[in-house]
């Protein structure tokens, strides 16, 4: 495997200073406040391959953006290894920014009162980029990214989703190998929210860009990402392609029936009623004890069925089964 | 490409940027204005009737509006550092082959170049509209505005070494406030410092503030060489000490470094 991120038995611990409530408390905090160790990270291992599509996703306080820091070389790790396109990017920091890209949902890289070819020329400078190279790569990012009519305009005009295309096109003018991603989609509507996700599909697919992002939003993920990551107080609880994540999680599916009947009398084990009104007849069934086939035959024995839906739960749902599984441990 | 182009690149960026924030610069002039009216009524009168300024009232006013131009000229770099570490957008500026000083030098550099032209003209025009007389020696006022930018450089170095301690603390503010009340009162901001009980003269001279402020104003106003040449020791002397202790707080600095968010 090519590796594109090595990270080995990788922690981050810091140092949080207790104080007490109040005035009072302030001033006694002063002199009395205690050190206290707080694990950000324990242990992190995996690798992740060149052109790899990696949803890096735990709780808040789980550990997601200081590890991103720690791999673009902003913290430096209190023990373990990194490498990261070769380099160890606390040391060699300079070096890996002329191969990575970062996107940080809702922090700006744009300069506020100027528009965003401003922003695109000074980081052309910055990044060292060849005129021409640099001419040849905005083009192709402005008709990627559709923001031909945006180029001129003052950014502080922007609407978010306007923003975020123009952010993202910064942080790919050096064509970087790897992008991180920390919430890119944040605050956005969900047109936009459709546009970034297909944009960074586009990019991994035509470019072979590894991707490696972290986000609340599960659509980012099932849209984006082909393997997933997860990351609960400083440990990793999961890491598996997303095909498998949901076949080991999704063992409840959603049967949707639409029938001549007002309602039907059905009572199976293994299935749960969630609607039985209006010729519909809704239900969560547990595949494990009872096949989806048995829950359709055992209907077309009461009724005569219009319409069928299979459905699997929704990512999210999958999610909060993970955080409560290691919550529970 | 030469590295030094990169820096710049950010400069004119951050001249442009300034120009286009022409609110911000209106509000200064307005800001800048107002603190001339006020010690100019106020200075007619003390000056007049306690005699403790060697200066006349009219060198007075013009003293104060050289001291309030360079004053009210230097960008808060502070603020921006201390925003780049609350808000996170450090994360941006650190990864990139660039130096994150050398990047925060250089645009505050290209605000810092805005403000004092056009402040700089804002000043002159207002001051003179006030007191009616120009008591200066033109070669002097030439050499007071050259070393205005050059203090204007020098108190951006120690602000962004202020700017640095949120890398320990998230908050500069009280930093700040010390240094900004010790440039007001050790740089002489509205009285000569000869007007200084004696301890307070030797005290201030042994900080950068005198140079900043008050010796560089009244350059113009007492112009001679052997005050250029101590200014010119004294800025540079400032300015390299300033430079040495920045590069060795960020080192140590970012081995501790925890940008918010996450």
New interface residues.
């Given amino acids: 495997m090519n590796a594109a991120i090595k990270i080995n038995n990788l922690s981050k611990t810091f140092i949080a200073r207790d104080t007490f409530p109040g005035i009072f408390g302030s001033i006694k905090g002063l002199f009395f406040a205690k050190n206290r160790e707080l694990i950000a990270i324990k242990d992190l291992s995996f690798e992740i391959a060149a052109g790899e599509r990696v949803a890096f996703i735990g709780p808040n306080g789980a550990g997601k953006s200081t590890t991103i820091k720690m791999l673009t070389g902003i913290l430096h790790p209190s023990s373990g290894e990194v490498e990261v396109l070769g380099l160890i990017p606390w040391k060699d920091r300079h070096a890996l920014g002329y191969q990575i890209g970062t996107v940080f949902g809702q922090r700006t890289q744009l300069w506020y009162h100027l528009p965003p070819s401003d922003t695109f020329d000074l980081l052309s400078k910055i990044y060292e980029i060849d005129p021409q190279i640099y001419k040849d790569r905005l083009q192709e990012l402005i008709s990627l990214f559709e923001i031909e009519h945006l180029l001129y305009k003052p950014v502080r005009q922007l609407s978010l989703g306007e923003r975020m295309r123009c952010e993202i096109v910064a942080s790919l003018l050096h064509k970087p190998k790897i992008l991180f991603l920390d919430e890119p989609t944040i605050g956005l509507d969900i047109n936009a929210k459709l546009m970034i996700r297909g944009l960074l599909n586009r990019l991994s697919k035509d470019h072979g860009t590894t991707l490696f992002l972290t986000s609340h939003d599960t659509a980012d993920i099932e849209q984006v990402c082909d393997r997933v990551i997860v990351l609960d107080k400083g440990l990793i609880i999961t890491d598996s392609s997303l095909k498998d994540l949901k076949k080991t999680y999704m063992k409840k599916k959603i049967l949707t029936l639409v029938m001549d009947e007002e309602h039907l009398l059905l009572s199976l084990s293994g299935i749960k009623v969630l609607e039985n009104a209006h010729h519909h007849f809704i239900c969560e069934v547990d595949i494990s004890s009872t096949p989806i086939d048995r829950v359709i035959q055992e209907a077309l024995k009461l009724t005569t069925l219009k319409d069928i839906t299979i459905e699997d739960p929704s990512m999210e749902e999958v999610i909060r089964l993970l955080y409560g599984t290691n919550r529970n441990v | ?1 030469f590295k030094i ?2 820096y710049i ?2 400069f004119k ?1 951050s001249f ?2 300034a120009l ?2 022409y609110k911000a610069l209106i509000g200064l002039s307005i800001f800048l204005m107002t603190c001339l009216i006020i010690f100019a009524h106020l200075w007619k009168i003390a000056a007049a009737k306690t005699g403790v300024v060697t200066f006349n009232p009219e060198q007075l006013l013009w003293y104060i509006a050289f001291n309030e131009w360079v004053l009210v000229s230097i960008p808060d770099t502070q603020e921006d550092m201390e925003q780049d570490l609350r ?12 130096s994150y000083l050398g990047a925060t030098f250089a645009e505050a550099l290209g605000t810092l170049t805005v403000n004092l032209f056009v402040l700089g003209f804002v000043t002159f025009l207002f001051t003179w509209w006030q007191v009616g007389a120009l008591p200066f020696h033109p070669v002097g006022l030439l050499v007071t505005i050259l070393f205005g930018f050059i203090a204007g450089l020098i108190a951006v170095i120690f602000q962004m070494l202020i700017g640095l301690s949120a890398f320990w603390l998230q908050e500069v503010s009280p930093f700040f406030w010390i240094w900004e009340k010790l440039l007001f009162m050790l740089g002489g901001l509205m009285l000569p410092l000869t007007v200084y009980p004696q301890w307070m003269q030797t005290l201030a001279h042994f900080t950068p503030f005198p140079a900043i402020l008050g010796e560089r104003s009244a350059l113009a106003l007492d112009f001679n060489m052997d005050s250029i040449l101590t200014l010119t020791l004294s800025l540079t002397g400032w300015g390299i000490f300033g430079l040495i202790c920045l590069l060795l707080v960020y080192r140590k600095g ?2 501790i ?3 918010e ?2």
């Fill in positions: 490409m182009q990169k690149s950010i960026l442009l940027h286009k924030n808000s996170g957008r450090l994360a941006y500026l650190l990864p990139r082959p660039i970012l081995r470094l925890n940008v968010g996450g």
